[in-house]
């Protein structure tokens, strides 16, 4: 009972390079999210989706890009990293409950520095 | 503007000493307020849903409480693994289904 699977754990990159970050949920959630966090914020959203082949921005999307081919995958790509986007990225899914309210489930993490 | 504050940013406790952590929020309608628990490493973990006011939830040394401006986090004689980050998130009415709002959360050290 995986739950929310980030890849990678750790990464550094060097400015301007590109890379893509994995999730993976076994929970058969229809809406999946991605946030950094920062210290002293709060969790901030970047993107999110509420289904397969559907996407949209978040509070701070500017710099990243995202993919949702599959519903239990959510991708997170950075184009040309630059130092303000070090941070813990976290991906999260939920499942959809209408005008009711959904907890969401987390992932441990992604931790991106970028020199 | 919606928005969640919560406090105390820090607080340090010795074990058995029991306290509470606030969580203030400001949102036209709420859909829900939730509670997660971050450790060190990890991604936060849930704890409870409130709906309305007046409820109540309650898991082992952690009970939370929501009137309609403020949720409270009570911890009854923790113990050193209760130390952790706690994060409040509110989901309100008048914005869509995927829209959370998160505090800054309390850090809570548990000393034994």
């Known amino acids: 009972n995986a739950g929310v699977t980030q890849t990678p754990k750790f990464r550094v990159l060097k400015t301007g390079q590109s890379m893509t970050l994995l999730c993976a949920q076994d929970?058969?959630?229809?809406?999946m999210y991605w946030y950094r966090q920062d210290p002293g914020m709060g969790l901030r959203l970047i993107h999110y989706?509420?289904?397969?082949?559907?996407?949209a921005k978040g509070e701070v999307p500017d710099g990243y890009n995202v993919s949702r081919l599959k519903k239990q995958n959510f991708l997170l790509g950075l184009e040309s990293a630059a130092p303000s986007q070090t941070s813990v990225y976290f991906c999260?899914?939920?499942?959809?409950?209408?005008?009711?309210?959904?907890?969401?489930?987390f992932g441990d993490g992604t931790r991106l520095s970028i020199l | 503007e919606d928005q969640v504050t919560q406090s105390p940013e820090a607080l340090r406790l010795q074990e058995g000493e029991s306290s509470s952590l606030n969580c203030s929020y400001t949102?036209?309608?709420?859909?829900?307020l939730f509670w997660y628990r971050q450790d060190p490493g990890k991604g936060p973990e849930f704890l409870f849903t409130?709906?309305?006011a007046g409820e109540e939830k309650e898991k082992e040394r952690l009970k939370a409480t929501l009137t309609k401006k403020e949720s409270f986090l009570h911890i009854t004689a923790p113990k050193p693994e209760d130390s952790a980050t706690y994060l409040c998130?509110?989901?309100?009415?008048?914005?869509?289904?995927?829209?959370?709002?998160f505090g800054t959360g309390t850090r809570l050290k548990v000393l034994a």
């Open positions: 999260a899914s939920s499942y959809f409950g209408g005008l009711s309210n959904q907890p969401q489930h």
């Open positions: 929970m058969n959630h229809e809406y």
């Open positions: 989706s509420v289904g397969e082949g559907t996407t």
């Open positions: 949102v036209s309608g709420l859909r829900g």
């Open positions: 409130l709906y309305s």
């Open positions: 998130a509110v989901q309100p009415i008048t914005s869509g289904t995927y829209k959370y709002i």
